[in-house]
């Protein structure tokens, strides 16, 4: 059987980056073919690039969310392409500006059951919230990394918090150790 770090899929990237000055959302949105923007239901324009597949909320004070990357280069890559159409409508935009990753979430299986009563237990009280009333998983706040890692009884797992790709690996590889120090991988 793989190992569970082999299983590890990034779902979404999100990062955020600015263009330095204030945007004009109202004209923006009419000269931005495809461009999404409601200000009744939310603040931002969103505008979708389909090569790489991501959305970028883009924000009057020029302040810009991009989300649903599936890794840092397609979040770089669509950011491009945004700022391209900005600079195409006479929008100065920096050479580079500085983009930040803000959350990276992936999921992986541990290719076991996990026992979540006894895992709520065994990993400590203060660093967990179980209540399977609720939701169906075990939330486990992490050092470090600091990520919060979501444990399902099929042996799933989704990491979240993380700002670097390896934040998930070093994750996943801590929690199956503290996971067998335990006992309770079958």
């Excluded at 931002?44 to 970028?56: I, N």
């Excluded at 690996?169 to 996971?179: G, P, S």
């Amino acid at each position: 059987m793989s190992a569970p770090a082999d299983s590890i899929e990034i779902q979404n990237v999100v990062a955020s980056t600015g263009i330095g000055q204030e945007l004009d959302l109202e004209a923006l949105a009419d000269d931005l073919p495809g461009a999404d923007f409601n200000p009744d239901n939310f603040p931002g324009l969103v505008y979708r690039t389909q090569d790489p597949k991501a959305a970028a909320l883009i924000f009057r004070s020029g302040k810009i969310v991009c989300t649903g990357a599936k890794s840092i280069d397609d979040v770089h890559e669509a950011l491009g392409i945004i700022f391209d159409k900005l600079r195409g409508l006479s929008i100065p935009v920096d050479e580079n500006p500085e983009i930040t990753v803000q959350n990276i979430v992936s999921s992986a299986d541990l290719g076991h059951n996990l026992n979540l009563n006894a895992l709520a237990i065994g990993l400590g009280l203060e660093d967990v919230e179980y209540e399977p009333e609720q939701f169906p998983g075990l939330v486990y706040r992490m050092d470090e990394p600091e990520v919060v890692i979501l444990l399902f009884g099929s042996g799933k797992i989704v990491i979240t918090g993380g700002k670097r790709t390896d934040d998930a690996e070093t994750a996943v590889e801590e929690i199956v150790k503290r996971i067998d120090n335990l006992g309770l991988l079958d």
